[in-house]
């Protein structure tokens, strides 16, 4: 009787165990830290992204005199002389935010050079991914950075560093880790 249930839980055990899902993690905010290119593309972004601010600081302290300018003179000014100075004002700031949204907004020269620069490098670690878990059979790959709440995570099952060795560099363990 012992044998039989103990043969009939092994059974159940392993019948269980076949059917049980894989699950593993990986922190792609790590694995991007593990990446030199993607350290050196977000400097270029960086340096760009400054300066882009830069001029765009300069041209609203230029608007700034203006206003000044115009503040100080306002009195002695005839009507016609400050509506021009009021409309090139109000045309300055309107071109300062148009380019601020052209370089900075949705879609803008910021983005696409993003866009260029580091997606293919995330394509590149999503398909290692991709690649691990067919390889190795998993059902899902959880990313434990950008806000998926994990209240504990096991380390065992963070494949951070396998998916830095597969592309090809040497894992650098940060706090974040």
Known sequence: MKKLLLTTLSVLLITVAGYSQRFVYVDTEYILDNVPEYKAAQKKLDDIADGWRAEIDKRYKDIDNLYKAYQAEYIILPEETRQQRQKQIENSEKAVKEYQNQKFGYQGELFVKKQELVKPIQDKIYNEINKMAAEKAYDFVFDKANGLNMLFVN?????????????GYKPVKTDKK
């Open 155 to 167: 380390p065992k099952y963070d494949k951070s560093d396998d998916i830095i060795t597969a592309l």
